[in-house]
């Protein structure tokens, strides 16, 4: 991020942004109407055409159906687009909505129907423009939720969902900085009054950033932490791939298809955090309800090493420790000298009364 967060976004740091890209068919963009995903459009939109074949820009607005506004908000971004000589898509969030944890449901919608309209396109990429303030918030509230490093590392410059890859050219960015590059445009945006309604927990963090930044920690501080801690999860990853390895070539784990297992000594050898990254891989490999949760994991291993030592223990007695349990629909296992980790059977459904 630049010392001069209001300045406009010129051609040649727009080319270095978006300079990952240029050999791609095609790429969908994320635009609300709102002023971050506006710039991300005129700023690509006018990095396009400094080439001869350039990817494909697909604008694609997702009307989520929560407020009136969002179906002409819809139509200036498709009006935009013409002008900017854009294709342009409108997809709906259509049937119920859910009554709680609106803004959850909604994103997930969104990058669903993100995802369609990629494949639609031939784009292997989504773009979206997630800016430094995003990434501090996202930090925050993660913070607040006790995540992890991998939950604190934020938001990743680019990840896969649902099939498409999501690239976030802007996280260095500040959101002021797309703001002054639509003033110098004189290009319009539309004002999402729920980004400052503190019924929703983003916009309450949002409050904070202010009195956060009079200590020293404003955007910029939080994003750079939030980076750190990518690095560090990265190469924490790395040190738990090598151990997987470690004790596959030792014949110490086996991994299959329908299940995967591990010496129990040195499993429980390992650092607790590598263990700890064994079983959440483990459990969201064979389970069948979605991400398993960290705590409940972290639960399942503290389990775990108190099995081990009770039987380090009682080594005299030669009694391995035994245990079953069922996490996020995968069977977690430990009896003769292993620890193994499986599909669990399917849950027996009660006859009615």
């Avoid at 002023?35 to 991300?40: E, I, K, M, R, W």
């Avoid at 294709?87 to 994103?107: F, I, S």
């Avoid at 929703?200 to 950033?209: D, G």
């Avoid at 972290?298 to 380090?312: G, I, P």
Wanted: glycine content about 6%.
């Amino acid at each position: 991020m630049r010392d001069d967060d209001n300045s406009p976004i010129s051609v040649q740091e727009a080319k270095q942004l978006f300079a990952d890209w240029k050999a791609l068919p095609a790429i969908v963009l994320a635009v609300s109407g709102g002023p971050d995903s506006v710039a991300l459009m005129w700023l690509m939109a006018r990095w396009r055409r400094a080439f001869v074949r350039g990817p494909k820009l697909v604008a694609v607005t997702v009307d989520h159906g929560l407020r009136a506004e969002a179906a002409q908000e819809a139509r200036n971004v498709k009006e935009l687009a013409r002008r900017l000589e854009l294709e342009h898509r409108t997809l709906r969030w259509t049937g119920d909505k859910p009554k709680n944890g609106v803004p959850a449901a909604a994103r997930a919608a969104r990058y669903r129907l993100l995802a369609k309209a990629a494949r639609a396109a031939g784009a292997s990429h989504v773009l979206t423009a997630h800016t430094c303030d995003d990434q501090a918030e996202t930090l925050l509230m993660r913070l607040l939720r006790g995540s992890g490093v991998a939950g604190l590392a934020a938001m990743a410059r680019v990840s896969e969902r649902d099939g498409v890859l999501l690239a976030r050219p802007l996280l260095d960015i500040a959101k002021s900085r797309l703001i002054a590059t639509l003033n110098k445009a004189r290009i319009a945006f539309a004002d999402d009054p729920t980004n400052r309604d503190l019924a929703f927990t983003r916009p309450r963090l949002r409050a904070l950033l202010p009195a956060l930044a009079a200590e020293g920690g404003d955007a910029r501080a939080l994003a750079r932490l939030a980076a750190r801690l990518a690095r560090a999860n990265a190469a924490v990853e790395v040190l738990t791939d090598g151990a997987e390895r470690y004790l596959a070539l030792r014949g110490r784990a086996a991994l299959a298809a329908d299940a995967c297992g591990f010496d129990l000594d040195a499993f429980a050898a390992l650092p607790e955090e590598i263990r700890l990254r064994l079983l959440m891989r483990a459990i969201n490999r064979f389970g069948r309800e979605g991400p398993a949760e960290l705590g409940k994991v972290e639960a399942l291993l503290a389990q775990l090493d108190r099995r081990f030592a009770k039987a380090r223990r009682q080594a005299r007695s030669k009694r391995p420790p035994h245990l079953k349990q069922t996490l996020a629909g995968a069977l977690v296992s430990v009896g003769n000298g292993r620890i193994v980790i499986g599909p669990a059977p399917p849950r027996r459904r009660r006859s009615p009364n």
